[in-house]
């Protein structure tokens, strides 16, 4: 019953801006811990960014200083603002929730919104 659903991806040149979004439905989103992860094609799914229910963040490397998630309890929404995206950037983004307590990623994961950066 617990569902996620990402909308935000699209085709973007580099440098520019992308605005990703997921809705979690089901009555439990103020108590996951959320994040966005991305999987490049022959790719493993990596983690992106990560906000915690209590609203600690943590970012790959690679999105630090670039990339911002956030959350919004009220409309069970998180959020991954990319700026200055890059070509390496590409790939289908994944919106995943994680139970509190849990370590790695959670057991619920939207159905991923693809991110192609390209000139």
């Known amino acids: 019953q617990v569902q996620l659903v990402e909308s935000g991806g699209g085709l973007v040149q580099p440098g520019g801006s992308l605005k990703l979004s997921c809705v979690v439905s089901g009555g439990i989103f103020s108590g996951l811990d959320m994040g966005w992860y991305r999987q490049a094609p022959g790719e493993q799914r990596v983690m992106v960014a990560r906000?915690?229910?209590?609203?600690?963040?943590m970012y790959a490397d690679s999105a630090k200083g670039r990339f911002t998630i956030s959350r919004d309890n009220a409309k069970n929404t998180v959020t991954l603002q990319m700026n200055s995206l890059k070509p390496e950037d590409t790939a289908v983004y994944y919106c995943?929730?994680?139970?509190?307590?849990?370590?790695?990623?959670?057991?619920?994961w939207g159905q991923g919104t693809q991110v192609t950066v390209s000139s």
């Open positions: 995943n929730g994680r139970l509190a307590g849990r370590i790695g990623p959670g057991r619920y």
């Open positions: 906000i915690l229910r209590g609203g600690t963040t």
